[in-house]
């Protein structure tokens, strides 16, 4: 898996938009531009948070057989738009500017928990913020408790993958104990979106700090946070 991680981020820096077809390329389907930056209205499913279909199901069906441990999962956060995560991005780069840290002291520490939007898992309504109801707030706490017992041994077997796990050797984000990713369909939309020119998609978006966002930044943007994942999910 590691290698595989590698083999795409050197594809990337080479040219910038990555071909990578697969054996189902054929048969799955395909995600547009809009869809994969949070442009486009979609289909979601759920009562307070919104997800895809099947992610959405997979999600319920966890929650639900958790109980049975006497474990209760909390949403957080699931799916958002390009506008929701510009209005966090924005919230948290004024917040550092108004600290008196320059545009690009800005950009890195807002990006060190949260992404560029137009660049977020959270607008594929793949991925999800899961925290133990008990608590109902992120903590990166190594805490052994029986929330955390439970979401190590069982989450994979619904589909859900931590996204920025705590490997040593993972670039981008910081960890993100909350952050898991339905893999059954976050794949390939991670296969798609890696095929967008992210300069083009970005360059005319008004985004707080936007004019530091140059080609070798974004490159290096995309191979460190981008691909900066846990190896299963690719």
């Known amino acids: 898996m ?19 077809p697969t054996l189902f390329a054929s048969k799955r389907k395909k995600y547009s ?10 289909k ?12 959405y199901l997979a999600l319920e069906k966890m929650r639900k057989e958790a109980l049975v441990k006497e474990v209760r999962i909390h949403v957080i956060s699931a799916y958002r738009s390009f506008e929701h995560q510009n209005r966090i991005w924005s919230r948290k780069f004024k917040k550092f500017k ?50 955390v017992t439970w979401m190590e041994e069982n989450a994979h077997k619904y589909g859900f993958y931590r996204v920025y796990t705590s490997n040593k050797f993972r670039t981008g984000y910081n960890y993100e104990s ?16 890696l095929k967008l020119d992210i300069v ?8 707080a700090g936007n ?17 900066g994942i846990n190896d299963y999910l690719f």
């Not at 531009?33 to 979609?42: A, H, T, V």
């Not at 560029?116 to 190594?142: E, Q």
């Not at 909350?178 to 979106?193: A, C, G, P, T, V």
């Open 178 to 193: 909350w952050h898991y990713s339905y893999r059954n369909i976050s794949k390939f939309m991670l296969e798609d979106y």
């Open 211 to 227: 004019q530091l966002f140059t080609k070798p930044f974004l490159k290096k943007y995309l191979d460190n946070n981008v691909l």
């Open 33 to 42: 531009k809009d869809m994969l930056i949070g442009k486009e209205k979609i």
């Open 2 to 20: 590691q290698n595989r991680r590698f083999f795409i981020a050197n594809i990337i820096l080479a040219s910038f938009a990555l071909f990578s």
């Open 200 to 207: 083009a998609v970005l360059k005319n978006e008004k985004i």
């Open 98 to 147: 108004a600290q008196g840290y320059s545009v690009k002291e800005a950009i890195n520490k807002v990006k060190e928990y949260s992404a560029i939007p137009g660049t977020s898992r959270h607008h594929w309504g793949t991925d999800v913020d899961l925290v133990d109801y008990n608590k109902k707030f992120l903590n990166n706490k190594a805490i052994h408790s029986k929330y």
């Open 44 to 55: 979601l499913y759920g009562k307070g948070y919104k997800m895809q279909k099947e992610a």
